[in-house]
């Protein structure tokens, strides 16, 4: 059994305030066309289909037109909601595209329902599980203590009750203790959203979706297959792909990346005024059709430096200034080494420094609550 594993589309997604919309469509044709040569029987799509909870139209549409042709070439293709997702959205229609070989996971309700497919070695069963949180799982095992990521997902992954005999797989979206993040993906708040992979242990293979560089967990049965596009200039050198995946006999199993080329790539380049204008430094290079980030080393600022840059550089998304001034400023950036926080992690240090004590947990509990909330946009 093969299938093509993909994950965080981000479709309808800004970067420096520059729509991906087209740079999406592309990639997703992209895609279509390693489809075609690869020739899987099952397409993975594991969270984050949408940017925001509330998409553009537009992203709408192309996931539409993605899902379509997908379904005009026989693909089974499984769908699950992600963190910036709405479950009930990606939900929406399930029953009436599963004859069509579309099959979205509904929303999360304290069990999963494996889909079955079958080939010469015997039953393949898909597992759907979307984006949960422990709030969400508690109220579906309250015979269980499930109070962190890691007990959500083995109260969810016990539920299965996996067949042994069978060749199981699951699509999930979560941050897996041990990988490795990138700029532009989030920290979930209050910092305890890691799961350990032995959870995961009885599959055969975990397509995993939320970080955006591909890696393995542990082991390559358990595996990020990263963003089909860079979304941060931290993934400029990143090498984007599609993960392919093939079940044989039960334990046998072989992955493999088909790259991907993006209609613009990402690149960092830095210099003075002088040096970043010169027509040698961009003629016959890929600079002035890429996503560009400058980097100028001129001591004094260049009036309408961004402008003037943007005539060479029509995709130059992002200006900064490396001199004597900015070096001397507050460095804000963490000491190599150091933890990367969260929210809730930042504000239990701010008030702990301002009160010269903790915060209590009932303290901890309202104010978790009250970031998560502005942090999803609600208030």
Same mark, same amino acid.
């Given at each position: 059994?093969?299938?093509?594993?993909? %994950?965080?589309?981000?479709?309808?997604?800004?970067v420096?305030e520059?729509s991906?919309? +087209?740079d999406q469509?592309?990639?997703?044709q992209?895609?279509?066309?390693?489809?075609e040569?690869?020739?899987?029987?099952?397409?993975?799509i594991?969270? &984050?289909?949408? &940017?925001?909870?509330?998409?553009p139209?537009?992203?709408?549409?192309?996931?539409?037109e993605?899902?379509?042709e997908?379904s005009?070439?026989?693909?089974?293709?499984f769908v699950?909601?992600?963190?910036?997702?709405?479950?009930?959205?990606i939900?929406?229609?399930?029953?009436?595209?599963a004859?069509?070989?579309?099959?979205?996971?509904p929303?999360?309700?304290?069990?999963?329902e494996?889909f079955?497919? +079958?080939d010469?070695?015997?039953t393949?069963?898909?597992?759907?599980?979307?984006?949960?949180?422990?709030v969400h799982?508690?109220? !579906? =095992?309250?015979?269980?203590?499930? %109070?962190?990521?890691?007990?959500?997902m083995?109260?969810?992954?016990?539920?299965?009750k996996?067949?042994?005999g069978?060749?199981n797989v699951?699509?999930?979206?979560?941050f897996v203790?041990?990988?490795?993040?990138a700029?532009s993906?989030e920290?979930?708040v209050?910092?305890?959203?890691?799961?350990?992979?032995d959870? !995961?242990?009885? =599959?055969d293979?975990v397509?995993?979706g939320?970080?955006?560089?591909?890696?393995?967990?542990g082991?390559?049965?358990i595996?990020?297959?990263?963003?089909?596009?860079?979304?941060?200039f %931290?993934?400029a050198k &990143?090498r984007?792909?599609?993960?392919?995946?093939?079940?044989?006999r039960k334990? +046998?199993?072989?992955?493999?990346?088909?790259?991907?080329l993006?209609?613009?790539?990402?690149?960092?380049?830095?210099?003075?005024y002088? +040096?970043?204008?010169?027509?040698?430094?961009?003629?016959?290079?890929?600079?002035?059709?890429?996503?560009?980030?400058?980097?100028l080393? &001129?001591?004094e600022?260049?009036?309408?430096?961004?402008?003037?840059l943007?005539?060479?550089?029509?995709y130059?998304?992002?200006l900064?200034?490396?001199?004597?001034?900015?070096?001397?400023?507050?460095?804000?950036?963490?000491?190599e080494?150091?933890?990367r926080? %969260?929210?809730?992690?930042?504000?239990?240090?701010?008030y702990?420094?301002?009160?010269h004590?903790?915060m209590?947990?009932?303290?901890?509990?309202?104010?978790?609550?009250?970031i998560?909330?502005?942090?999803?946009?609600?208030?």
């Amino acid at each position: 059994m093969k299938f093509m594993h993909l %994950s965080d589309l981000h479709l309808g997604k800004r970067v420096n305030e520059f729509s991906m919309i +087209e740079d999406q469509r592309y990639i997703l044709q992209e895609i279509l066309k390693a489809a075609e040569e690869e020739k899987p029987d099952g397409v993975l799509i594991a969270g &984050d289909v949408y &940017d925001k909870p509330v998409p553009p139209g537009e992203a709408v549409e192309l996931f539409d037109e993605f899902l379509v042709e997908l379904s005009l070439r026989g693909k089974q293709v499984f769908v699950i909601s992600g963190n910036h997702d709405s479950p009930e959205r990606i939900a929406f229609g399930g029953r009436l595209m599963a004859p069509s070989g579309i099959h979205m996971a509904p929303v999360y309700q304290g069990s999963v329902e494996p889909f079955a497919m +079958e080939d010469a070695y015997g039953t393949v069963r898909v597992y759907l599980l979307p984006f949960i949180k422990p709030v969400h799982a508690r109220r !579906f =095992f309250p015979e269980q203590e499930v %109070s962190t990521y890691t007990d959500a997902m083995r109260a969810a992954i016990g539920q299965m009750k996996l067949d042994p005999g069978c060749r199981n797989v699951l699509v999930t979206h979560q941050f897996v203790t041990g990988a490795l993040r990138a700029e532009s993906e989030e920290l979930t708040v209050g910092g305890a959203d890691n799961v350990d992979a032995d959870v !995961f242990q009885e =599959f055969d293979y975990v397509a995993l979706g939320h970080l955006h560089r591909p890696q393995n967990c542990g082991s390559e049965k358990i595996r990020y297959c990263g963003t089909p596009l860079k979304y941060s200039f %931290s993934e400029a050198k &990143d090498r984007k792909s599609v993960t392919v995946v093939e079940l044989g006999r039960k334990g +046998e199993l072989a992955v493999s990346t088909r790259p991907l080329l993006p209609l613009r790539d990402m690149e960092k380049i830095r210099g003075t005024y002088e +040096e970043v204008t010169a027509r040698s430094f961009y003629e016959g290079t890929s600079r002035q059709k890429d996503y560009i980030h400058i980097t100028l080393t &001129d001591e004094e600022d260049i009036p309408n430096a961004l402008a003037k840059l943007r005539v060479i550089y029509p995709y130059l998304m992002k200006l900064d200034y490396d001199n004597k001034r900015t070096r001397g400023q507050w460095d804000l950036t963490l000491e190599e080494g150091s933890k990367r926080q %969260s929210p809730m992690e930042l504000f239990r240090d701010f008030y702990k420094s301002q009160n010269h004590q903790p915060m209590s947990a009932k303290q901890e509990e309202l104010a978790e609550a009250l970031i998560e909330r502005i942090w999803e946009g609600e208030v």
